[in-house]
């Protein structure tokens, strides 16, 4: 028996992935949280390049699908997220970044505070390796998106997520970028 760490041979990935890819994009909410709950399970011991088109799709799904199953592909992300390797951490962190920061600019306050939940766990997850690798993220379109958020007459809840986000997010930044 495989232990749970053992990586899959590459054509049996293959399939697992394009299964999973399926799955999400069924139009039955119970057949995406099941693939979901089995991304969750495997996504550890999936290569790299699957878990970005596994992240591209469900981040796809965040910000421009249904908000049935906003709850489902955000909870997925952010267990991903936490569980990442940190050599992962470069691609993922440029495959979720542009659709979060679409989401927080474009989507409905709900999206919006997913996406921020979405951002914190990577500045808590990963805010070292982002400090070091300061151009990752576009921190300047990041801060003014929050701070939009922040001074808005939005839903308390919101502004209150986009303030935590911005905790979060103040470790990544540098001396200058912080005044």
Same mark, same amino acid.
């Given at each position: ?62 910000? *421009?699908?249904? #908000?049935?199953?906003? %709850? @489902? /592909? ?5 267990? !991903? ?32 505070? *997913?996406?921020? #939940?979405?951002?914190? %766990? @990577? /500045? ?5 390796? !982002? ?49």
């Amino acid at each position: 028996m495989l232990a749970r760490t053992s990586p899959f041979e590459e054509t049996i990935e293959k399939r697992i992935i394009s299964q999973f890819i399926k799955h999400l994009e069924d139009t039955s909410v119970e057949v995406k949280s099941n693939a979901v709950k089995c991304i969750k399970d495997t996504a550890s011991r999936i290569r790299e390049s699957n878990v970005v088109l596994i992240l591209e799709k469900l981040a796809y799904e965040i910000v *421009e699908g249904n #908000e049935e199953t906003l %709850d @489902i /592909f955000t909870l997925t992300v952010r267990g !991903i997220v936490m569980e990442a390797k940190e050599e992962f951490a470069s691609s993922l962190i440029k495959t979720l970044s542009g659709f979060l920061i679409k989401g927080l600019e474009y989507s409905s306050p709900l999206v919006k505070g *997913e996406c921020l #939940e979405i951002f914190s %766990d @990577i /500045f808590k997850r990963f805010g070292g390796f !982002i400090l070091r690798q300061q151009t990752l993220i576009d921190k300047s379109r990041l801060m003014q998106t929050i701070s939009v958020l922040l001074g808005s007459n939005i839903d308390v809840n919101l502004r209150k997520r986009a303030s935590q986000c911005m905790g979060t997010f103040a470790v990544v930044l540098n001396v200058q970028q912080l005044q």
